[in-house]
């Protein structure tokens, strides 16, 4: 096999490994009802409106501002400038806004999955 063909077989396999079914169920099922109950605590109650589209969307903004909420302020700078680099980059020729904002965020879900498994060693540790 080629450089290239056995580089993307090593990315397939880097992204597949371990995968299976059941792990997909369990994050489109429990993990999604267990996040949107996180959220959703702080989330106030919508039940006085009736219009469904703009429950939906109060609904969405409101588990947004939540989200929000619970990152660390650098983290929620941080967020808010890949946002708008996502948004500045439509409108630009070249994609250099949207490589940015992608680094950002890559380098906020490596800082949450950092704290998410020191804090699940420190737990078994105790």
């Known amino acids: 096999m080629n450089r290239v063909g056995q580089f993307f077989r090593n990315v397939y396999l880097l992204f597949t490994k371990d995968l299976s079914r059941e792990e997909f169920e369990r994050l489109f099922s429990s993990e999604t009802r267990g996040m949107y109950e996180f959220y959703n605590r702080s989330v106030p109650s919508l039940e006085g409106e009736k219009n469904k589209f ?23 700078i941080l967020y808010a400038m890949a946002l708008l680099l996502v948004l500045t980059s439509r409108n630009r020729v070249d994609n250099t806004d949207a490589l940015y904002a992608f680094l ?18 420190e737990l078994e540790v105790a």
């Open 104 to 121: 950002i965020l890559t380098f906020l879900l490596a800082l949450e999955m950092a704290e998410r498994l020191t804090t699940r060693d």
């Open 54 to 76: 703009i429950r939906a969307v109060k609904l969405a903004w409101h588990l947004f501002i939540a989200f929000l909420t619970r990152l660390s302020p650098a983290r929620r």
